[in-house]
């Protein structure tokens, strides 16, 4: 004889935790998971509320102190859900102070329990409110409660407001200084752009008159201008792509020993003639004595480069640049120091932002090196960028901008000598 059975397959009980703390969470799934319930577990509010709209869970363990939205102001949200109105709510909390019981079942909690869990205990107290057990609380109590938890919320709610205000003015600053570096990168562009077709058109002119006789040495002055135009050019868009791989984070270093002393002795030789012009007096310091230090010695150099090159920007003719390393411990630290302008203490902490430029866009020379010569405001975000990514740092000190009397401004620089892994 065949027996026709249904099987009836039981689901599970749904039960969603929101707590931050990882051992907490680990916790009670292994407790709670051991007698059968199925464990949902959230790390915020927002998180909380998400799964909970997906899972439907039968009970929610609440843990008072979360990130952003805290344990209240999440319960007060899922009560105002119609499917959560009487869903058993338990808070769940290491806070046990006078009030944050009444708090809590005012705010919508079903009832309080209090962490760490007796782990004996808990299913019991869980299958309890599954059951239908409520935490009772007096009207009188409630309606208190209720207030000071109104308050909590306005409260927070301010402190929202005024953060997310705060967040705004810096997008917009930031969205201001975007709009800045592209004029700047235009006008970078174009000036010497100009320089390249008015020799270009010379040069067309030139070869117009191919009947005459082309002076070899108008056609070199015509390609020395066409190269320098180039090479300006060249720079801006190097120095673009530079920042972009700094800021993406994308910086391939290769690493290697590097040896200061030769790695300034290139800066030298790269500034020497501008500081020549501008009677600028560049002081190197000797950097014999220091260890060879492992790093990417192009992308230092660029760095290094990037300060001097401010430094000469800042400094008026006839000015001094010192640079000197020393050791300390299995740190070298490098100063660059100059006689210059100076940078404004509320400034100092925003020159290394990407796209930051001191003072109005409309005074930068585009020349590159011509005191207050132009930038892009990458130079110092590009330095930070590339210490960093050896594990460096960089900071400033000067004491205020004064064009007339140059307080000076000294960057240090502190790089690891080995490389940290
Ligand atoms: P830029 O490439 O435009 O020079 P940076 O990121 O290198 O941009 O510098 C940002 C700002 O920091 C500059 O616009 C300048 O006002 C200020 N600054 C940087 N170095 C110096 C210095 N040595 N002396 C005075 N001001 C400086």
């Given at each position: 004889m065949i027996i026709n059975t249904v099987v009836e397959y039981k689901q599970p009980v749904k039960i969603l935790y929101i707590e931050d703390n990882n051992a907490s969470r680990l916790l009670v799934q292994r407790v709670l998971g051991s007698k059968g319930y199925e464990v949902y577990v959230a790390n915020d509010g927002l998180e909380g509320i998400t799964i909970a709209r997906e899972q439907q869970p039968r009970l929610i363990l609440m843990d008072i102190?979360?990130?952003?939205?805290d344990g209240r102001e999440i319960t007060t949200r899922l009560r105002s859900i119609p499917h959560f109105a009487n869903t058993p709510i338990v808070a769940l909390t290491a806070n046990n102070s006078p009030g944050s019981r009444e708090l809590a079942l005012a705010a919508g909690c079903t009832g309080f329990l209090t962490k760490p869990i007796n782990v004996s205990q808990f299913p019991k107290q869980v299958e309890d409110f599954l059951q239908g057990r409520t935490e009772p609380l007096s009207e009188t109590e409630r309606a208190q409660h209720l207030q000071l938890h109104a308050q909590k919320l306005v409260e927070r709610l301010e402190s929202k407001v005024r953060e997310l205000e705060n967040v705004n003015k810096r997008l917009r600053e930031l969205d201001q200084m975007k709009s800045d570096f592209i004029v700047l990168v235009s006008h970078e562009l174009r000036t010497p752009l100009t320089l390249i077709s008015g020799y270009s058109y010379l040069l067309e002119e030139n070869l117009k008159r191919a009947d005459k006789m082309v002076v070899a040495e108008s056609l070199s002055n015509v390609a020395a201008g066409l190269n320098l135009g180039v090479a300006r050019m060249q720079e801006v868009i190097d120095e673009i792509i530079n920042f972009s791989r700094v800021a993406a984070g994308m910086l391939d270093l290769s690493f290697g020993p590097v040896s200061l002393q030769a790695l300034f002795n290139d800066i030298d030789q790269e500034f020497s003639k501008i500081c020549e012009k501008r009677h600028l007096n560049l002081h190197m310091g000797d950097f014999y004595h220091l260890p060879l230090i492992e790093g990417d010695g192009n992308q230092l150099r660029l760095a290094f480069s990037n300060l001097l090159s401010n430094a000469i920007k800042f400094t008026p003719d006839g000015g001094h640049i010192y640079v000197v390393g020393r050791t300390v411990g299995n740190i070298v630290e490098v100063l660059v120091r100059d006689t210059g302008i100076g940078i404004p203490a509320e400034e100092q902490g925003r020159?290394?932002?990407?796209f930051y430029v001191l003072?109005?866009?409309?005074?930068?020379?585009?020349?590159?090196?011509?005191?207050q010569g132009g930038g892009l405001g990458l130079g110092l975000a590009v330095a930070k960028g590339i210490f960093e990514a050896h594990n460096g740092r960089i900071s400033v000190e000067s004491e205020r901008r004064d064009f007339d009397n140059l307080p000076g401004s000294t960057f240090h620089i502190f790089l690891p000598i080995k490389r940290q892994l």
């Open positions: 102190n979360l990130p952003n939205m020159i290394f932002e990407q003072g109005s866009i409309e005074h930068h020379s585009t020349s590159k090196h011509a005191f």
